[in-house]
């Protein structure tokens, strides 16, 4: 898309878009390694405006997916014609010779199939910009399938989902094609016993650390490979609470503790330990709240929730308003629990 460095903030200028040296290197880098770029900031702040002006400069156009709370995979994708798709077979229908077969394949080609921005940014002779805005809007109800392939053809995935996890491939009515064992921890009897998701890795740590430590139990790591692993083992552990506390709470507790997006950035252990304890922390409040909403239903949650302006539970991004729920909604039964998080 940019053969320099140079040409990017020659186009910017061009565009009578302002950006600095900063800018200017992540926009070129993007291009050049075909990475995703992710921005944040307030409302009127360019963000919008730097992938037009990115289009701008490399003489293409841009493809727009505008999230919000609801949107499926459909506006993302696309989907059938289905009114059309009527037309074609009533006016094929009238004919004597009607070859039904070849019709069937007709009516699912994509000149009956209207494409989404996804879609279309597939599809463009020439790459395009993909601008995806309010990406954290983006609730439940859009985690297709569908939706984590385009994403991952993009290299988002990570930022939405666990890709690591378990997929299950489903058939044209969308039925599950095979059933994957189940993970001790997902069974009944395995919870009972203790089994958790972060057991595993949790396990390895604990091997990784007394490897290290050669079996004399001083504390210490002898080797800077068994540092690395251990450091390896608990950035994977502070990853997989992101199942356990939510997107919008994992991201929350790495910005405010660590000043990072991916854990994967912090180089002082002692700031991982931090992180991990305060996501160990904001998963034990939220059993604590699954309890609570148990016992006194969903009726005053709803109405705490918005005496706190707050849409819904995912809104939640710090201990300290997770705390401020759980200890409402258990008010009026006058309990105390020692899992609240602090």
């Known amino acids: 898309m940019f053969s320099s460095l140079e040409e990017v903030s020659a186009g910017l200028r061009a565009t009578g878009y302002i950006a600095d040296s900063v800018a200017s290197t992540t926009v070129y880098l993007a291009a050049k390694f075909h990475k995703p770029l992710l921005l944040e900031g307030p409302a009127g702040s360019g963000k919008t405006q730097l992938a037009y002006a990115v289009a701008d400069s490399a003489e293409t156009t841009v493809e727009r997916l505008q999230c919000y709370e609801g949107i499926n995979e459909e506006k ?77 053809c993009f290299g988002l995935g990570r930022y939405l989902y666990y890709f690591t996890g378990t997929w299950v491939d489903l058939d044209e009515r969308k039925r599950p094609k095979n059933v994957p064992k189940l993970d001790g921890w997902a069974t009944p009897e395995g919870w009972r016993q203790g089994l958790r998701p972060n057991a595993e890795v949790a396990s390895r740590l604990s091997e ?36 356990s506390v939510g997107k919008r709470m ?7 503790v660590a000043r990072v997006w991916n ?15 305060h996501m160990q922390a904001a998963e034990r409040g939220f059993r604590r709240l699954d309890t609570a909403i148990d016992r006194v ?28 729920i759980v200890l409402a909604l258990e008010a009026p039964h006058k309990e105390t629990s020692s899992a609240c998080p602090s």
């Open 208 to 243: 990784q650390t007394s490897a290290g430590n050669n079996g004399n139990g001083d504390g210490h790591d002898s080797s800077k490979g068994g540092a690395s692993d251990q450091r390896e083992s608990l950035v994977r552990e502070i990853e997989q609470m992101e199942r």
């Open 76 to 152: 993302a994708i696309g989907k059938f014609d289905e009114p059309l798709q009527r037309l074609c077979v009533e006016l094929k229908s009238k004919s004597a010779n009607v070859d039904w077969e070849s019709l069937r394949t007709e009516l699912h080609s994509q000149q009956f199939f209207g494409a989404g921005p996804l879609l279309r940014a597939l599809q463009c002779e020439r790459p395009c910009v993909l601008l995806i805005d309010e990406l954290d809007k983006v609730d439940h109800a859009f985690e297709a399938q569908s939706f984590k392939r385009a994403c991952s």
């Open 297 to 324: 239903g969903p009726e005053p949650l709803t109405q705490i929730l918005r005496s706190m302006k707050l849409q819904s539970l995912d809104r939640v991004d710090d201990l300290q308003t997770l705390r401020e």
């Open 263 to 277: 854990p994967g950035d912090i180089q002082d252990p002692a700031i991982r330990q931090k992180v991990l304890a």
């Open 250 to 256: 994992y991201r929350g507790l790495l910005k405010k």
